[in-house]
């Protein structure tokens, strides 16, 4: 029998509730993406296509982590933002630097200019907001 005191704390109050709608968003949009993109033309830019596929399923276990609640989800969370936010400012540069090695875009290309810079944001905010409930749940 679970009691109140075994549930995790959320993660989702307030504007944690902003950042799940917003992975939500992003898990949809990079997942849709990607699966056309490699059912329908893979060759054409296969890197491009597995980075997209992958900023999906982070963005899904974000999102998952954020719901689920607790400190190991918390940490979890802050992990994969991490490598998000590394993800986004290395392909962003990648991009940039070489635009001839992706000849179709990521969700992370330009640092996601073509997500209105909601790739690079998005991480920043939500390692903001983790750490915040980790001090919130210390305190």
Known sequence: MTTAQDKPARLIGGPGMLLVWFYG?????AV???AYQIATDFQRAPLAYSLSAVAGVV?????????????KARRAA????????AGV??????TVVEPSA??????????????????VLLPLSAMYW??????????
């Open 130 to 139: 983790l750490r915040r409930a980790r001090a919130r749940t210390a305190a």
């Open 102 to 119: 992706f000849p179709d875009s990521t969700v992370w290309s330009d640092y996601g200019m073509g997500y209105v810079f909601i790739p």
């Open 25 to 29: 968003v992003m898990v949809v949009g």
């Open 78 to 85: 802050l992990v994969c933002c991490a490598v998000e936010l």
């Open 89 to 94: 400012l290395i392909v962003g540069t990648w």
């Open 59 to 71: 963005y899904g276990f974000i999102t998952y982590t954020l719901v689920r609640g607790g400190e």
């Open 32 to 34: 849709s993406r990607s």
